[in-house]
């Protein structure tokens, strides 16, 4: 909302100063609605403070009066046309008396209603660039055009002007100098030398321009847009009674409630085609659901009755009852835009810098435009004014303050914006644009092991008889092999427990042929394993399952349980992997477990090591046999083992400064957020997978993986390389487009209508650019290796060619 619409606000609640309190209220809760924008603080975001020095709309802060005891409300809004200036920074009580002054005459005559209709109107822009043209070729369509033409000029002039004019006055009345401040003056400088056509299309193709980069900067936030328009306004709540003894149909009875007021433990109707509120776990039900927006998965996941699916995914077919086990605060979805929008809203070290120096610029700016038209006459002997062969130094003077205005590099950071839309598209959250820096800035990589390179649940690997059986083929059993009879008793009796080996178990032993088990009696015992007796054998027999010292202990002799000790100690698979020990009937079997490695990790380490050149190291918690083990599958060469969390803290600091003294790149370290918080906020950039990862893990992290594969790290390391060249890019673009176009208007080589060309064009290539970093990112190696390829294909073509000419 604007300023001018805001002052009625003012205007209108001041004159209930004299009412009761309560009489006060309820006119500033009226008024409230009717002017809503005016009263709520705008979120700041990156791309949009990227452009605060051409923003177009007038921001502000209003509260009603000094009393805060009503109920409007002070939540965030967002400003999506913010070119030119923005006071949504400043309160309406801290105007000065000439901005009061300004606003209230405005209000008064009627141009302030006119501003804010014409404000930031395509299709008045484009009538006033067509009105532009019709009056520059009138004289040779009609004799006598100069009236005409006249007329033209004044309201194309007018459709873009006024809102100029007054947004320009705004700013200089509060002490501000900006974008805004130097196309009016340029526009107005025009006009008194009577080139008031010059200055109207400037005008135009200035607000043309406003369309145009918000095209692109919408375009950019296109992802983030389409996250927060995946989730429902409304919940379906059932009632819990009907719900448990009603089947799945439409017709179940359900009230409609706002998702924010979802509570957790409610019950929800989520239809085909709908979008799930809140994070929630199936009730009754089974459907596939898709979040390809929130995490980036592409497949489809089948969810049946138990399976949680977050908020904001998408039920396709099947009609679901699901449990809500989170409110819409603490959700999925409301986290991510949450993260997106603070992320967007931390600025990186170029658009802090252009913060600080913006105004100082535009200040310099018109200094230096004053001297040239002051100076121009005596230096160089340039007429004041233009003459029929020579442009005078006062148009040179706003040639140059309109070339060197500083839009395009107001700008060069949307490619921040954009890269941090895109990675949010494929499930990866960053903390602001400067992680993008850092990233690329960094050289090594170290991993965490347990879930990070692997998946943190183990495999059986192998089944080891290692004491009390007579030997191969000759197993004191009823079953031909000791390693099937153990498997068998195993799986019975660690069926439905949660332990890990307890799934590796039961996992192991699916799809094949065992005996059928029975158990009869059952006892668990907390930190040694379980015991059991198996009914469907004629001796009754007795089961143990757990660590090795729960089963030695549990032999009668000293010396058999030293016997199963040593045996365990040269068991033929070595000791780097988890072992359970199953003891039936003092039969004892050793089970072998190892954690799986993550499928697709070795490519993606491959692709970290030789196409982006880092360098990659282990720091695990694990021994050194099986960390060894684990970094031989992937490719790792450097591995430190036995590290507890403050030993990860301290060797993560070591390295750092070795590689502060060497002068070297930075340090970015993956871990699962379980126990490796301090190392992860110690590294330059700390990425985790956030699945698992605890509170404090995530609020230390600098990037969070939502879907739980490492392949997210790669992407986010090209990215942020992508982004960084891009940003230089337009850095040098539009230094660039500043420095030809002002050398050339101050050389007198070009008129003002073609310097505005110039200069909004610097800055729609700036905006073209960034928008560039929506594509998928690629390695700058891999680049040249293509260039590369590419070039010597046609050297030898040609070599080939002139070959066969020669014969």
């Given at each position: 909302?604007?300023?001018?619409?805001?002052?009625?606000?003012?205007?209108?609640?001041?004159?209930?100063?004299?009412?009761?309190?309560?009489?006060?209220?309820?006119?500033?809760?009226?008024?409230?609605?009717?002017?809503?924008?005016?009263?709520?603080?705008?979120?700041?975001?990156?791309?949009?403070?990227?452009?605060?020095?051409?923003?177009?709309?007038?921001?502000?802060?209003?509260?009603?009066?000094?009393?805060?005891?009503?109920?409007?409300?002070?939540?965030?809004?967002?400003?999506?046309?913010?070119?030119?200036?923005?006071?949504?920074?400043?309160?309406?009580?801290?105007?000065?008396?000439?901005?009061?002054?300004?606003?209230?005459?405005a209000d008064a005559t009627g141009i302030a209603a006119v501003a804010n209709s014409?404000?930031?109107?395509?299709?008045?822009?484009?009538?006033?660039?067509?009105?532009?043209?019709?009056?520059?070729?009138?004289?040779?369509?009609?004799?006598?055009?100069?009236?005409?033409?006249?007329?033209?000029?004044?309201?194309?002039?007018?459709?873009?002007?006024?809102?100029?004019?007054?947004?320009?006055?705004?700013?200089?009345?509060?002490?501000?100098?900006?974008?805004?401040?130097?196309?009016?003056?340029?526009?107005?400088?025009?006009?008194?030398?009577?080139?008031?056509?010059?200055?109207?299309?400037?005008?135009?193709?200035?607000?043309?321009?406003?369309?145009?980069?918000?095209?692109?900067?919408?375009?950019?936030?296109?992802?983030?847009?389409?996250?927060?328009?995946?989730?429902?306004?409304?919940?379906?709540?059932?009632?819990?009674?009907?719900?448990?003894?009603?089947?799945?149909?439409?017709?179940?009875?359900?009230?409609?409630?706002?998702?924010?007021?979802?509570?957790?433990?409610?019950?929800?109707?989520?239809?085909?085609?709908?979008?799930?509120?809140?994070?929630?776990?199936?009730?009754?039900?089974?459907?596939?659901?898709?979040?390809?927006?929130?995490?980036?998965?592409?497949?489809?996941?089948?969810?049946?009755?138990?399976?949680?699916?977050?908020?904001?995914?998408?039920?396709?077919?099947?009609?679901?009852?699901?449990?809500?086990?989170?409110?819409?605060?603490?959700?999925?979805?409301?986290?991510?835009?949450?993260?997106?929008?603070?992320?967007?809203?931390?600025?990186?070290?170029?658009?802090?810098?252009?913060?600080?120096?913006?105004?100082?610029?535009?200040?310099?700016?018109?200094?230096?435009?004053?001297?040239?038209?002051?100076?121009?006459?005596?230096?160089?002997?340039?007429?004041?004014?233009?003459?029929?062969?020579?442009?005078?130094?006062?148009?040179?003077?706003?040639?140059?303050?309109?070339?060197?205005?500083?839009?395009?590099?107001?700008?060069?950071?949307?490619?921040?914006?954009?890269?941090?839309?895109?990675?949010?598209?494929?499930?990866?959250?960053?903390?602001?644009?400067?992680?993008?820096?850092?990233?690329?800035a960094c050289d090594t990589v170290a991993f965490d092991k347990t879930g990070t390179l692997t998946t943190g649940e183990l495999e059986c690997k192998a089944i080891e008889p290692i004491h009390g059986h007579l030997g191969a083929g000759k197993a004191n059993c009823c079953n031909p092999s000791c390693e099937v009879e153990a498997l068998a008793v195993a799986a019975a009796m660690e069926r439905g427990a949660t332990h890990p080996i307890a799934r590796a178990v039961v996992e192991h032993s699916e799809g094949k042929e065992l005996p059928s088990i029975v158990i009869d009696t059952f006892e668990s015992l907390p930190g040694q394993g379980l015991f059991a007796t198996i009914a469907n054998r004629k001796s009754g027999h007795k089961a143990l399952i757990g660590s090795l010292d729960y089963i030695a202990s549990s032999f009668p002799s000293m010396s058999s349980s030293q016997k199963v000790r040593e045996a365990a100690r040269l068991s033929i698979h070595g000791n780097d992997l988890v072992h359970a020990v199953l003891s039936i009937d003092e039969k004892v079997t050793l089970f072998h477990f190892e954690d799986k490695i993550r499928a697709g990790t070795a490519e993606v380490l491959r692709s970290l090591k030789e196409e982006a050149g880092l360098k990659l190291l282990m720091l695990t918690g694990d021994h050194p046999a099986s960390a060894q083990r684990v970094a031989n599958a992937v490719g790792i060469e450097e591995v430190h083992s036995d590290l507890r969390p403050e030993d990860k803290l301290l060797h993560v600091k070591k390295l750092a400064r070795q590689r502060d003294e060497g002068n070297l790149g930075g340090l970015i370290m993956v871990g699962d957020g379980v126990n490796d918080a301090p190392a992860l906020a110690a590294a330059t950039v700390g990425i985790v997978l956030a699945r698992f990862a605890s509170a404090t893990a995530v609020a230390v992290a600098d990037v969070l993986l939502l879907k739980d594969a490492i392949d997210g790290v790669p992407f986010v390391i090209s990215k942020a390389r992508q982004t960084t060249s891009l940003v230089k890019q337009n850095v040098i673009l539009a230094m660039a487009s500043i420095v030809v176009a002002a050398l050339s208007s101050v050389g007198g080589l070009l008129p003002l209508w073609i310097t505005v060309l110039l200069h909004e064009g610097g800055t729609l290539l700036v905006c073209v650019n960034s928008v560039r970093a929506l594509n998928e990112p690629l390695w700058s190696s891999q680049w040249r290796r293509d260039m590369v390829s590419f070039i010597q294909g046609l050297i030898g073509d040609r070599t080939r060619k002139e070959a066969a000419h020669v014969i």
């Open positions: 909302m604007n300023a001018w619409r805001a002052n009625a606000g003012v205007t209108a609640c001041k004159t209930s100063f004299g009412s009761s309190s309560r009489h006060r209220r309820s006119q500033c809760r009226a008024l409230q609605l009717r002017f809503r924008g005016a009263v709520w603080k705008a979120i700041v975001w990156e791309v949009k403070s990227s452009r605060s020095v051409r923003r177009r709309r007038c921001c502000y802060t209003v509260c009603f009066g000094h009393s805060h005891d009503h109920d409007h409300s002070h939540s965030h809004h967002e400003h999506e046309h913010e070119h030119g200036h923005c006071h949504s920074t400043q309160d309406s009580r801290d105007w000065n008396f000439v901005q009061r002054a300004l606003i209230t005459v014409w404000r930031d109107s395509l299709q008045l822009c484009c009538v006033s660039i067509g009105l532009v043209f019709l009056a520059i070729f009138s004289p040779r369509l009609l004799p006598r055009a100069r009236g005409l033409q006249t007329g033209l000029a004044i309201v194309a002039f007018s459709l873009t002007g006024v809102p100029a004019v007054l947004d320009a006055c705004m700013d200089v009345a509060g002490g501000k100098v900006n974008i805004h401040v130097l196309m009016a003056l340029a526009a107005f400088g025009s006009v008194f030398m009577g080139n008031a056509l010059e200055g109207a299309l400037l005008l135009a193709m200035f607000s043309l321009s406003h369309q145009a980069e918000e095209y692109f900067t919408n375009r950019a936030l296109g992802d983030v847009k389409a996250l927060k328009k995946s989730n429902p306004e409304f919940a379906l709540v059932l009632d819990r009674e009907v719900s448990s003894h009603s089947h799945l149909s439409t017709t179940v009875p359900y009230v409609e409630v706002d998702v924010s007021k979802v509570e957790v433990g409610a019950l929800l109707l989520v239809k085909a085609g709908e979008g799930v509120p809140v994070d929630c776990q199936v009730w009754q039900g089974r459907s596939t659901v898709t979040v390809e927006h929130l995490t980036g998965e592409a497949h489809p996941l089948d969810k049946r009755v138990g399976d949680t699916i977050p908020g904001g995914a998408r039920n396709l077919d099947g009609m679901l009852i699901v449990k809500a086990t989170k409110t819409w605060e603490e959700s999925t979805l409301a986290r991510i835009m949450k993260l997106t929008e603070e992320a967007q809203a931390n600025k990186p070290r170029l658009q802090r810098w252009l913060d600080e120096f913006g105004e100082k610029y535009s200040k310099a700016v018109v200094a230096m435009s004053v001297t040239v038209a002051a100076l121009g006459p005596f230096v160089f002997k340039w007429p004041f004014l233009s003459t029929s062969g020579v442009r005078g130094s006062l148009y040179r003077g706003l040639g140059l303050m309109v070339a060197a205005s500083p839009c395009a590099l107001a700008v060069a950071p949307l490619a921040y914006a954009t890269a941090i839309s895109s990675c949010a598209s494929k499930g990866i959250l960053l903390k602001g644009g400067e992680v993008f820096d850092a990233l690329a």
